[in-house]
Each structure stands twice: as C-alpha cells, then as structure tokens.
C-alpha cells in the first residue's frame, strides 16, 4: 500500500514543502504539498525528481577508494574512516595543524549538523583552514554590510514594498537572492499586480525582467558605473532621506564628491545603457515609499563586487529602506534566536585583513570567510603550512572553482584527497577516498539552514519553520553513513572532543550560542544533534516538531524596538577603500571591445543545480551540456548555426560550446552556466555534447582578482569567440 508522507525537499536552498508518496520503502513520487501556508504546492522539476534522484543508478552506494591504477573500488565506510583517521594523523604530526583544510560547498548546506561537524573537527585538530564556496559566490554579500555597518533593524520586506532593484540576480529561477525563496514567482506575480516597480540592471533579458517597469541591459560588469549614476542623480535632485540621513548616516559628502564623475552621459558612455533609463531608474527607485536593492552572482562574479553591494545598500540607506521603530518585524526567528531589533545602526567593522594569512595575494580572512580562489595555490605552493590534506563536503572543486586547471593541478598535488559526495563527481574521480553519504529523503532534516539566510532576502519572509523526520531508509545493501557521522568518526578515532555552537541570531543583544560538548563515545543522533543547535530558539524544535507539514509562528511583540540613547553608530556612505575603488572606476579607460570582442557572463539553468543533477536523466532532457546561449546577430556574424561548436578563448584559457540562440542576451555577450564538464583534457573536449565544458578555465585566480576577497572575474570575461574547426561527435 503507498503511503503518504510530508517533508521538505533539499535539492535547492529554497526547502520546498512536499507531500511523498512511498511504496515498498522507496519514494515514488514527489509533489508539492498545496495546504503548506508559504510555498503553497510550489514544486520545481529537481525536486519532483527526487525519486529518481534516490534511486539514481549513478549515485554511489558504498564508499570509494582510489587504487593504484587510478581507478577507485568499493570499501566499508568503517574501514575508510580508520585509513583516514590515520593518515590525517600522520600529516598533522609532520606538517602541523595548517596542512589540513576542509572546503564547504553547496550540499553541505541541507543539512544542518553537516558544516558544525566537520568545522568542530577541523577546530579540534588545530586548523583554521575552513573554506566554503562563499567566497567565489557573492563574497561582496558580507564584506559590503561589514564596511557599511548594519542597520539593525534589517531591510524593508520585499512584500510591502512598492519598487524593487535586482542587479545581476534571477531569483524566479535560482530561488535565491532578493526575493523570498518561497516561490519566488509567485511574490514578484502579487507584487507587480499591487503595483511594485521593479527595475532590473543585467546584460540579459532575465524571467524577472519581463516584469520590469525598467530593465537597464548594460555591457556586463559596468554596475558600479550605473549604481553610482543612480546615486549621483538621486544625490542632484535631493530625493534622498534627510531625516534618516541627519541622525543614521556618515559621509555624505564624501560620497557626493565621489559619484560626481558618474554623470548619465558618462554611464550612457561607458556602461552603454541611455541616460534616460537611468535617470528613469534612479527616480523610480528614490521616488518610492518602500523597497531595497539586491545583488545576485553575476556582479559579485564580475570585477568589483564589493563596490557593487556597497553601493547597493548605500542606494538603500540615502532613501532610507531600513525598518524603524515600532515597524513589525517580518520573521524575528524560529529555529533560530529571537531577534532584538533595535532602530539603529551597528557601526562599521573590517571586511577584510584579520585571522589567518594566506602565503599567496597578500590575502587573509574576510567578513565572508577564507578565500577559496587561494586554496589551490595553498596546496601547490610548497613551504611552511602547506596544505596537503583536503576535505570536499558536498562541494565539487573541479567543477565549481574557478581556473580550473591550477585546481587541477592542486587535486593531484595533494597527498590526501577526501570528498563527501553521492556521486563520482569531476572531484570524486581524482580523490584516494570518496564518502557516500545518506540522501535527503533517507534523513531527519529542519529548516534552520533557510532560516540563517533571512536578513539576505534569501530565506523566510515570515516566520515559518518545519521539521521532517526521516521518510525512507537507505537502500538495501547499501554501505551509508550521514556527513555529519563521518567527521564524528573520525574525531573518535583522532581522539578528539567534538564541540558544537546553537545557532545564533542577529540581534545584538544576544548572548553568546551556548556550546554543547558531544559524547564522543556514544554517538548522538540527528535529533540530538538538532536540539543543540536550536539552543535558545524563539520557538523550541520540540514545538515545531508537533506541525510536521510547517507553520509559521507569529509573534505579535515582535517589532522594531526604540534606538538606544547611547548609541552613536552611523552608517558609512564613504568607506574609504569604496571610494577609492569608485575614483580608480571613474580614472580608468573604458574596457574596448577590440582585443576581445564579447564578454561571457553566468547564468543558471532551471532543471540542474551547479553540478548537481546532470547524472539525472529525466532533468538533463534539454540540455545534458550547458550551452553558449548568444543573440542571433552574433551567430550571424561568426557564421555559425545553432548546435555548432564555437571556441571560446579568454586571456587565460579556452573551452569548446555548443551556441544556442537566445535574443534576450544583449548582442556581444555570451551567457553560459557554470559547474559542467570535467577535468582538462582533450578527450573531455570532445564530449562536449555530452558533458558541455567549464567555464572556470576562463578565469585566472593570479589575475583580475579582488584584492581581498580573492574572487577573481567569473563574469563580464573577456572572451573571443570562434567557429571551431573540427568536428566534435554528436
Ligand atoms: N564560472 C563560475 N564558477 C562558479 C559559479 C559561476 O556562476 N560561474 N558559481 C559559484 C557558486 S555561486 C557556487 S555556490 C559554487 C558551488 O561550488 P560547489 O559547492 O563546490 O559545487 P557544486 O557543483 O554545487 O557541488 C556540489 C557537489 O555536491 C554533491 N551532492 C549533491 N547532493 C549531495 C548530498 O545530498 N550530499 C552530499 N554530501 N553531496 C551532494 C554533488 O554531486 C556535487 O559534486 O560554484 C561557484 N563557481
Ligand atoms: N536552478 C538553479 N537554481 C540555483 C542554482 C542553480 O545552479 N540552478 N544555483 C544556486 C546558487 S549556488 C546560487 S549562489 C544562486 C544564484 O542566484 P542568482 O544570482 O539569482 O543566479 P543567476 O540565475 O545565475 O543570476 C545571475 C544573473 O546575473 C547576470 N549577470 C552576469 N554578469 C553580470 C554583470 O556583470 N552585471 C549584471 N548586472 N548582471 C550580470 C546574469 O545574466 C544572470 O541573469 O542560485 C542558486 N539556485
Ligand atoms: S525550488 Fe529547490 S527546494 Fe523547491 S522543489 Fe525545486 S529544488 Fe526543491
Ligand atoms: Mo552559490
């Protein structure tokens, strides 16, 4: 008899509420469950593919170990842990603490106990060396407010709100940036129906700029041009907040010196976008009652994404979009620690420049974490504090960092390579051990990870939570163990003392998340785990527990509480390094298009997740390769048809791509998504087709790259584009 089961799907940050249907212990079908009060049945393709994706022939059933020949065979979990545990010892004794690092990546994030593990391990041992894709994501998300200071009563909701400004982000197909991930589509449909004005800066025509009351479609990598224009105008014509401004705000006159020389005709000029647009932009923006301004991947990607969300919320703070006192917060916390918003600023603290040093680029700890472009670098360089062990979880270097064959290099360079990952990966195939991990629906899961993303407009925009016990068991003979029980184990056999932190809030006034010390001899369970990381939750996991298809939990207390009379914090318009970074912009020639004709930006496609999904036939029907989509006239002009295969050449690499057309591009611009192909080599080249190719070997981590956070340009590249001669089997 099939049963009916309620949970949450886990393929995508967005934690869509499901309703699974389960026969002789395996899910069969996957949909979404319409009475849920926030995605209400909102389901995308990868998620109703979890069946599939559970019982993917593809997917790794037993832990890996790579042989002498190169190829990997099968091994107990039980025993993998012992060889790890033991040759992790043995670099720490001959190389210290420094030499092991651990790198984060998107599937690590679905899973709440993951990342404290692993980090709790890492910190057992002595290192500091945690990355995450964070930083080559949009690490201009958390250095900008860091610079800035946070305003800490949060932003305007985007479902009050009557304008809106996305730069370079396409939340209704990433479910990610700028609008509430429940269902994205469905808040920006009530918010243009109620009249919202939403204006949209990308190179492309994106699914939300059909909606737009302006689209600004500029030469890629040009924002920090057009955002100081808009901030210049709003500026002259004194649409600004004064009153905000007189008692939150620095720098006022410092930024107005600085935008002066972003003129609309300059903009015009530079960025290619008419100089009426952008005036049209800038009053729409200012000229509104509520509404904020999100950055996506594409700027954080292309050169100065600092800048670009520096400027982003200084737009913001000139017009005033932050919540005041008395204003009714729109999710004060769930799972997480109430938060004790107060209508005031936090003043500004580094963004970069502390903690651990990297040997390479003069770079160092960030406001968003250790930068992950100097990893590779970090395992090559010989020396002190090299790094010669690397654990992957649920990340996939090979296919998501960027200069692709320098990580190339640094997977065969190091002396041990783990990944956690369900499939043999680009990574997978190069590391001595691969984990095999449980999947979402074989796990107890809860909503904290979307909930930490709130203040980024990324998680609830009201308080919801929910919580899922596990729906179905690992496969019958299968050999799987959770991520988390992975880095337990190894800290049990290292000897070590595991310790986690509550997750916490952002309110200032909070206290410091309590630490729970595991028993490392009798191993919690993921419901233990849970509870300790909901320590000092608004609303106990115990409670949410009792609404297994979610809930929200109001809290009618919960607004904006008076501004401390004590408080002298501003709010930085005119950091010094943005405004240096602003002169260097308005100094420097403009890019010409000569030397390289196109500029090849990202994207993301609906149906795959990074690299996850493409061993998933039902989700790669359309595309099984990430083409180059690119405006007809350009086709025209290469003289290539579509399906041909171009070459695309950057200043540091060339890829093969199978062109596509899409007249939503702006002509000169290629716009290709990231995360496919596989390792460097000519045989790969050939199944482009089959694999498509990566875009990361366009990118040079030594060159182009930020100063601080390391990211170096991953959008708004630089490219030429070619028919390739040879022919490329189908
Ligand atoms: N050129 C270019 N590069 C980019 C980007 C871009 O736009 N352009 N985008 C960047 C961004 S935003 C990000 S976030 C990074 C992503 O960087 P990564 O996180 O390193 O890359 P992913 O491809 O997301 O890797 C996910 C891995 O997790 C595995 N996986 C899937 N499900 C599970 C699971 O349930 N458990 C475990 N343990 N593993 C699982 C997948 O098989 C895959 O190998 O890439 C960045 N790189
Ligand atoms: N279906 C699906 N959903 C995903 C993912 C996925 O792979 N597939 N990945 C997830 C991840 S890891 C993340 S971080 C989020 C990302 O979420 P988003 O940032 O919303 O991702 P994209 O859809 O790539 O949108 C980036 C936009 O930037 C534009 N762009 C590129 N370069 C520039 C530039 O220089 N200037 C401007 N103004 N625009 C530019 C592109 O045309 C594109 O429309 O999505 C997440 N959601
Ligand atoms: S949007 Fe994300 S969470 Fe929702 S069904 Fe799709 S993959 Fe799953
Ligand atoms: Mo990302």
Redesign the pocket.
Known sequence: MPETHYS?????????A?KVTVEDGRAVSVI?DKDNPVYHG???????ALPEQHANPERLMHSMKRQSDGSHAAIPVAQAMDEIAAKVQDILDRHGPRSVALYTGTFSFPYPASTPLAAAWLQAMGSPMHFTSATIDQPGKMVAPALLGRWEGGPHPFDDSDTWLLVGANPTIS?SIGIPCTNPARHLHQATQRGMKLIIIDPRRTEAARAAHVHLQPRPGEDPTILAGMIRVILDENRVDQAFIDENVQGMEALRKAVAPFTPEYVERRADVPAHDLITAARTFADAERGCANVGTGPNMAPRGNLTEYLCLVLATICGRWLREGERIPNPGVLMAPAFARAQASPPVPGWGFGEKMRVRGLSDTACGLPTAALADEILLPGDGQVKALFSLGGNPMAAWPDQVKTHAAMEALELNVTVDIKMSATAKLADYVIAPKLSLETEGMTLPCESLTPYVMGYPVPYAQYTPAIVEAPEGSDLIEDWEFFYGLGQRMGHQLRVAAAYSWGPDNEAPEITELDMVQKPSNDDLFDYLTRGSRIPLAEVKQYPRGQIFEDSDAVVRPRDPSCEARLDVANSVMVDELAEVSTEPLERDDEYRFRLVSRRLPDV?NSAGRDIPKLVRKYPYNPAFMHESDLRALEVEPGEVVAIHSRYGSILGVVEIENDIRPGVISMPHAFGDAPGDENDARVRQIGSNTGKLSSVEQEFDPYTGIPRMSAIPVNVERYPETVPS
């Open positions: 949450f799907c886990r393929f995508c940050h967005a934690s869509c499901i979404g909102y389901t995308c393709a990868k998620g109703r479910k997740h």
